[in-house]
């Protein structure tokens, strides 16, 4: 399928808006999750490591399934995924309010939402990268800044949802909003090219020739015709020597009902032939599509660059991501009065990570600004501030760091940019998938790795330093992988040219 050049406006700015309240929706109640973990404790009265799976499964579900949902997104459009996601995000809200146990959560609303967000997480940003070049930064940024407004309003929301109708009445109210997403994705119009001509209905007779991987469609029908004449011959023999008795006596036939019988034999088994050519080349062309999107993901991870960046989304997402589910938990272990919250700690996350958002994406859009450099400087201070969290003793220095991580957070709004700077526009989706499915397995470790670590030490001391060091980590790898030192490196190791020079011209003396 051909687009249109980017149009950077018009129709693209209903694209942005719609992604962004579908974020809102859809993230809101998944990232204001650590409201809810309070109550599962209560409730349920799991360990703190255990309880964290359902938070972390509804974030990380769907980034592990990013090879999945952009398969899905390049096939069906982003349309249709995101109605039929929004569906799924409503449905598991609200099946998570008749929850009798932690397992039945881990499947409604781990999974089952989980799966709905990554699907729509990926509609939303291939339609706009689709919609948007030289604003793409600035598009981006707005868009992700849905899921951190949600963040923000649905902290509170949920608290007071919880106290005027329970915990169960909450997710069901919450479910009910999440329905709004379906009138969002009715318009997602898609960036289709007029001048391209539709598909045309497949005839039985030009199959073959369309999914022809080898020149072999005379000889495939030819041989299939004389296999089938053959078989067909033995079944007719034997037929009439079973109706008669006799193994050496033919039954007589009168002649217009042979002819007849002949034709339609011979009409069947063309079709039969076609069919069977067709399933032949269909499976080759489907086997030359797999070894094509394996050889392309071998020449992804061929890049330095995309291979550190991996690593990084990892590490980034294994200690950065805790923050935003246990620093409510962590304010009531630090023994902070409930009458010191001006604002819950997730809010301040939420809204700093809106603005955060939204600057990192507007800077993007500098061309003197180098968007890789960018990203790993937020890695690096990020680092730093996760290490703080343990010398952090009150609300207002617990309120500064949620703050400051949260605007770092904010640098999700540029890795697509990012990412489309490393591999191009051609592959972001591909490489985009397979980035996300490693920031997934992050986002599912981190919470769990964190609680664990408070079972056994009653203390998050220990870490929130084993966060910091992996977002450090993380940011160090892709530091080193980015220096332009190795692109000088690699341009003056291949000189063939003088060796050869001076090899034909010893020659020709």
Known sequence: MEFKKPPDGGWGWVIVFVSF?????????????????????????????????????????????????????????????????????????????????????????????????????????????????????????????????????????QRLLIELYGLDGCLLIVGALALNILACGSLMRPLQSSDCPLPEKTALENVPDRYSVYNEKENNLEENISILEKSYGNEEKCKSTLANGDWTQESPLPKNSTTMAHKDTETYRKKVAEQTYFCKQLAKRKWQLYKNYCGETVVLFKNKVFSALFIAILLFDIGGFPPSLLMEDVARSSNVKEEDFIMPLISIIGIMTAVGKLILGILADFKWINTLYLYIATLIIMGLALCAIPLAKSYATLAILSGILGFLTGNWSIFPYVTTKTVGIEKLAHAYGILMFFAGLGNSLGPPIVGWFYDWTQTYDIAFYFSGLCVLLGGLILLLAALPLWDTCNKQLPKPAPTTYLFKVASNV
């Open 21 to 157: 309240v579908t974020q809102f929706l859809c993230y809101g109640s998944p990232l204001a999750v650590g409201v809810l973990y309070i109550e599962w404790l209560d409730a349920f009265g799991e360990g703190k490591g255990k309880t964290a799976w359902v938070g972390s499964l509804a974030s990380g579900v769907g980034l592990l399934a990013s090879p999945v949902c952009s398969f899905c997104v390049s096939s069906f459009g982003a349309r249709p995924v995101t109605i039929f996601s929004g569906f799924m995000v409503a449905g598991g809200l609200m099946l998570s309010s008749f929850a009798p146990n932690i397992y039945f959560l881990f499947f409604s609303y781990g999974i089952v939402v989980g799966l709905g967000c990554g699907l729509l997480y990926t509609a939303t940003v291939t339609i706009t990268c689709q919609y948007f070049d030289s604003r793409r930064g600035l598009a981006l940024g707005l868009i992700s800044t849905g899921s951190s407004v949600g963040l923000f309003i649905y902290a509170a929301l």
